[in-house]
């Protein structure tokens, strides 16, 4: 018996259940997963969800993570995970985190959000027009790091953070939190921006 299948398949049970059909989670029900490889640490498993390509990984100790795959590789996951424990290790404070206003070692709300647009300015112009998809304070560091949108049509999107270069992020089909990982890992981690 493949315990990791039945543990993943577990927790996707009791995460999404299964519309409405009925059994109980074993190694290839509710999904059939097909191994994918490893990828820091994860053991990791693609399936198909109603026609959405998602993977989910396991790892002994800490449990079942997944996701959509959104076009990328297993390389790319790899640059996700990453990218994301880095962002973690400098505690980050989402910018739009109302409860950080409480504690006074972070900077307020309004501070936040003016670092990070000097820094759009910074990267696009003074007239630049964007969204703020994901903005974070890394209280670590007292650093900011944002991924933003330009508005214009098929505007790129950017990772912009405290001296580090402006940095294209990939995989428009991911989440904003996906994304900047991924660009954190290629440009930052590896200075290559």
Known sequence: MDS???AINQSLFEEWGTDRRDGEPSEDWPYVLEHWGNAEGWDVYRFDDNGVDRYAGHAEGVGVISGAVAGM???D???EFRGGEWILDR???DLN???ADEDTSIPPYDERLAAV???IRAAFGEDAEYWILRGYYLRETGHYLAIVQQTRAGGETTV???GIEPATADFRKASPERRLAIAVARH???GTG
Request: negative net charge.
């Open 91 to 93: 505690q980050p404070v």
């Open 188 to 190: 930052i981690m590896d």
């Open 73 to 75: 590789t297993l390389l």
């Open 97 to 99: 985190d109302a409860d």
């Open 77 to 79: 996951l790899c640059d």
């Open 117 to 119: 647009e000097e820094l």
């Open 160 to 162: 912009v953070g405290t």
């Open 4 to 6: 990791v299948r039945l």
